[in-house]
């Protein structure tokens, strides 16, 4: 089974900062890679899918980037409604998984 | 637009079940693989089990492996879980989502449904 690590699990960041959390695979994916984005009480919301195409309707300071085992999201300017968390997942192989997640917090 | 609504969570035994149902609307229900995925209380995402559009395929994680059932009706556009031998990891918020191919076999989740909250306990 494929594991994923993602970090940081926690980030401080204020309005503005521009933001990157890593994802590393246990063994290589290619691109079967997707990030998605998760609010308190809500469902998760897909932002990049295949390492770095960008989900419609997603603002473009999401940016992804990666291939093989080391993947990076990166927010280019923070915004508030931008503080959440997020989670890297891989589709390459069955039993599907997600890393851990990385909490995005106001500093 | 697509909408996913799942139903049926509840608090359960240990050792009973229970089963999920998760009703889509404003998609060809049919022409569509789907996923359950969960959330433990305070944790992050653990995806559960898929099943393919006409329900021919199916995988599960090793941790429901033997103890859920995905299934689904495309005649009601509704996807199941069935989960028997509850336990009290099994506690958590059930997601059904939308499996998408986006370009070059990558699949997604997307859209998601709100959840539905399972507690197993005594």
């Known amino acids: 089974d494929i594991q994923m690590t993602q970090s940081p699990s926690s980030l401080s960041a204020s309005v503005g900062d521009r933001v990157t959390i890593t994802c590393r695979a246990s063994q290589s994916i290619s691109s079967y890679l997707n990030w998605y984005q998760q609010k308190p009480g809500k469902a998760p919301k897909l932002l990049i899918y295949a390492a770095s195409s960008l989900q419609s309707g997603v603002p473009s300071r999401f940016s992804g980037s990666g291939s093989g085992t080391d993947f990076t999201l990166a927010i280019g300017s923070l915004q508030p409604e931008d503080f959440a968390t997020y989670y890297c997942?891989?589709?390459?192989?069955?039993?599907?998984?997600f890393g851990q997640g990385t909490k995005l917090e106001s500093k | 637009q697509v909408q996913l609504v799942e139903s049926g969570g509840g608090v359960v035994q240990p050792g009973r079940s229970l089963r999920l149902s998760c009703a889509a609307s404003g998609i060809t229900f049919s022409a569509y693989a789907m996923h359950w995925v969960r959330q433990a209380p305070g944790k992050g995402l653990e995806w559960v089990a898929f099943i393919l559009y006409d329900g021919s395929n199916k995988y599960y994680a090793d941790s429901v492996k033997g103890r859920f059932t995905i299934s689904r009706d495309n005649s009601k556009n509704t996807l199941y879980l069935q989960m028997n031998s509850l336990r009290a990891e099994d506690t958590a918020v059930y997601y059904c989502a939308r499996d998408r191919l986006s370009g070059s076999g990558n699949r997604v989740f997307d859209p998601w449904g709100q959840g539905t909250l399972v507690t197993v306990s005594s």
């Open positions: 997942q891989q589709s390459y192989s069955f039993p599907y998984s």
